[in-house]
């Protein structure tokens, strides 16, 4: 019976440090994103992400894979499910280099959260009530939020705010519905 109770005590420990991994992998804070932090580089996103797909625009590889000379666009990484669904959108801060660190990841999954609750899920509302919004930015298709305490911007679409898709019109933070879903969102690494 003694070895009964340890095999299961043994059991019900592995699966809490298996609960507690899971619930890191999509744990948003200001410096990191899931197993993703500041000290991250680009090559070890093969390892962090074994599981998914891993596409990328590498900037400097043409359709001949020759090494372009000049190149404005970032290196990013797009991370996908099995599923086939987008998860994040991973900018490097340094191009054709793999040791680089990370300038950005853009989220598009809504299982990652927030220590306050805040998801792809969220509202304008749930955002305003958790943060502190300081500074709201318009462009042509939708109203950006940063948030300072995340290092984050947050993306509204323009139709979410009744505003016509293309408009230069610019949005305050008053004018933003409680109800206004979030389109994706930022978190910067710099």
Avoid at 21 to 28: G, L
């Amino acid at each position: 019976m003694a070895l009964i109770k340890k095999i299961f005590y043994l059991i019900t420990l592995l699966i809490f440090f298996v609960q507690c991994n899971q619930s890191n992998k999509y744990e948003v804070k200001k410096g990191m994103v899931g197993n993703i932090n500041k000290q991250t580089i680009i090559a070890d996103l093969g390892k962090i992400f074994k599981n998914d797909s891993i596409v990328s625009n590498k900037s400097y590889l043409d359709s001949l894979n020759t090494k372009k000379m000049f190149s404005l666009n970032d290196d990013e990484f797009d991370i996908y499910s099995k599923t086939g669904k987008k998860l994040l959108e991973i900018t490097a801060n340094t191009q054709n280099d793999s040791l680089s660190k990370i300038k950005s990841i853009g989220i598009y999954d809504s299982n990652y959260v927030t220590d306050k609750g805040i998801s792809l899920k969220s509202t304008f509302k749930d955002i305003n009530e958790n943060y502190l919004v300081n500074n709201v930015e318009t462009t042509l298709t939708s109203a950006t939020l940063f948030i300072d305490e995340l290092n984050a911007t947050i993306s509204i679409d323009k139709k979410e705010l009744g505003i016509s898709k293309f408009s230069r019109e610019e949005v305050a933070l008053n004018q933003i519905p409680d109800m206004a879903k979030i389109k994706y969102f930022t978190i910067w690494f710099n």
